[in-house]
């Protein structure tokens, strides 16, 4: 699986951007997630999205809970994180992953593909 993620760039505080990931391969039976990297920081788990019953269950990092939205179109082999009310601490690079197991995972260990990442600014 190729993940190719977009939708990144400079927003103020309070703003909203929307990225989006693309997969190549087999998607609908992958969970998806999102991390995120910030300079001098380990990378950190934001969201995912399973696959199982066709409807994709989401768990969020409470860093994020109520303003981030993690969806999935299986026909587009698509996933998106809408970001809204953005903070200048969710400054980073995101990235796009897709793990090969039933259970929504959060840690990156369990994450098989890893896109190459795009950088959202948030100024203050």
């Known amino acids: 699986v190729q993940l190719q993620a977009s939708g990144g760039g400079f927003v103020q505080d309070g703003g909203s951007l929307r990225l989006s990931c693309v997969a190549s391969?087999?998607?609908?039976?992958?969970?998806m997630g999102w991390f995120r990297q910030a300079p001098g920081k380990e990378r950190e788990f934001v969201a995912a999205i399973g696959w199982l019953r066709g409807s994709g269950s989401t768990v969020y990092a409470n860093s994020v809970k109520g303003r981030f939205t993690i969806s999935r179109d299986n026909t587009k082999s698509a996933v998106y994180l809408q970001m809204n009310s953005l903070r200048p601490e969710d400054t980073a690079v995101y990235y796009c992953?897709?793990?090969?197991?039933?259970?929504?995972?959060?840690?990156?260990?369990?994450?098989?593909?890893w896109g190459q990442g795009t950088q959202v600014t948030v100024s203050s």
């Open positions: 992953a897709a793990a090969q197991t039933t259970v929504v995972a959060t840690e990156p260990w369990r994450f098989d593909y």
């Open positions: 391969g087999r998607f609908s039976r992958y969970v």
